[in-house]
């Protein structure tokens, strides 16, 4: 049915150019936001990723099985025609196992940690650029009657996308240096256990919470927020109302196609 295959592509668009790009934007700029403010226990930032990433999950598992019901079972088109299926197939696999990594994460302190975060990260990302691939090889499919300029709208996002790192990581390396603290100190003149390395203050920090310090001076100077906080929630508002309008857009083309037909038959009333 038309219907099933318009429902399979507006899950895709909303689940890898909507809610993944908002989780993986999050995880990666914002664990130092909303400082000291947490629900059911963990810190914002990981709630809103969390959200974000389960709503990508049940997105595209959803869309997959519209699909193969709707086909019977695999794609007939030939990988060497068009690897939509292919990509979308290897894309939604690492999406799944991805929540069970996360399940599975170490302790902070853990030498194993670095291995997951390197894991971790890559197969969120990985995942999400094979599905935005496949997102332009769907808009040649002859079934899904999209339009040829629906690439630039994709091929936008990506740019505004791209953008967005580049501002936020721009902001986060010169101008959100921290203020030398506490633990800087010690490091710095040699006492002490603390180390001036972000990971190892992070080690030094559960540490410190595991045995009782949670209320130390310099466990509390880990967990204030660096400056360019309010710079860094004004990006994440702009991002979000832009993705999500780019998201909109996208979905109405697909939930509308063959869009012209549609539009040329609103214009004539």
Not at 5 to 34: N, P, Q
Not at 145 to 164: D, G, K
Request: glycine letters at 8%; aromatic letters at 12%.
């Amino acid at each position: 049915m038309l219907f099933i295959r318009r429902l399979h592509g507006a899950f895709m668009v909303a689940a890898w150019i909507g809610a993944a790009s908002c989780g993986i934007l999050l995880a990666r700029y914002f664990k130092k936001t909303w400082v000291g403010s947490q629900c059911c226990g963990k810190d914002l930032w990981f709630v809103f990723h969390r959200f974000f990433m389960v709503l990508t999950w049940v997105l595209t598992v959803a869309g997959v099985v519209l699909m193969l019901v709707e086909l019977k079972g695999l794609s007939a088109i030939p990988i060497d025609k068009n690897p939509h299926a292919l990509l979308g197939g290897i894309s939604t696999i690492l999406c799944f196992l991805n929540p069970f990594m996360a399940l599975c994460r170490p302790a902070p302190d853990a030498k194993s940690r670095p291995i997951f975060n390197w894991s971790h990260w890559f197969v969120g990302n990985a995942a999400q650029i094979l599905g935005i691939v496949a997102i332009f090889y769907a808009i040649e499919l002859p079934k899904a009657s999209l339009p040829t300029w629906m690439n630039w709208v994709v091929v936008a996002f990506v740019a505004f996308h791209v953008l967005a790192h580049l501002a936020l990581s721009l902001h986060e390396k010169y101008v959100s240096r921290p203020t030398v603290g506490p633990l800087e100190g010690l490091a710095g003149a040699g006492l002490g256990m603390f180390s001036s390395s972000r990971e190892q203050r992070q080690h030094e920090m559960y540490a410190m919470r595991e045995i009782g310090m949670s209320n130390s001076p310099m466990y509390m100077e880990g967990k204030l927020e660096p400056k360019g906080g309010s710079f860094r929630r004004t990006m994440l508002g702009l991002y979000l109302v832009i993705n999500w309008l780019f998201t909109a857009v996208l979905v109405v083309i697909v939930v509308l196609a063959p869009i012209e037909d549609y539009l040329k038959n609103w214009s004539l009333k």
